[in-house]
C-alpha cells in the first residue's frame, strides 16, 4: 500500500541533532560510526548524518518504530550516565 504522503515502506522517521561543547565527541564518533556504514539497497532502516556547527544533525527512517527507537538508543547511550538513569530501561 502506498502512502499519501510519499514515505513508501518507512512508518518512522527520527531527527536526532547532537550540539554544543558537551555533544563535541559523542557527534564526532557519531558522524564517524554513520559514514562507515555500508549503503545497503532495500534495507529496512536508514541513517544518515552531517555535520552542523558545534555537532552533528542525525536522520533515521525505518519500517519499525522499534528499530528506529533502538538506534536512537545506540546513538544515546551515553546519556545514562548523565542522567543516572536509563531513560530506555523501561516503558512510561
Not at 514515505?7 to 518507512?10: E, L, M, Q, S
Given at each position: 500500500m502506498v502512502s499519501a504522503h510519499g514515505?513508501?515502506?518507512?512508518n518512522c522517521f527520527a531527527?536526532?541533532?547532537?550540539a554544543g561543547e558537551p555533544m563535541?565527541?559523542?557527534?564526532?564518533?557519531?558522524?564517524?560510526e554513520i559514514g562507515s556504514r555500508p549503503v545497503e539497497r532495500g534495507a529496512?532502516?536508514?541513517?544518515?548524518?552531517?555535520?552542523?556547527a558545534g555537532g552533528a544533525l542525525l536522520r533515521?527512517?525505518?519500517?519499525?518504530?522499534?528499530?528506529v527507537g533502538r538506534e536512537l538508543?545506540?546513538?544515546?547511550?551515553?546519556a545514562?550516565?548523565?542522567?543516572?538513569?536509563?531513560?530506555?530501561?523501561?516503558k512510561w
Open positions: 514515505t513508501g515502506r518507512f531527527m536526532l541533532l547532537l563535541r565527541t559523542h557527534a564526532a564518533d557519531l558522524l564517524a529496512s532502516l536508514v541513517c544518515s548524518a552531517s555535520p552542523v533515521i527512517a525505518g519500517e519499525e518504530v522499534e528499530a538508543h545506540h546513538h544515546l547511550n551515553f545514562a550516565t548523565w542522567l543516572g538513569d536509563d531513560p530506555w530501561a523501561r
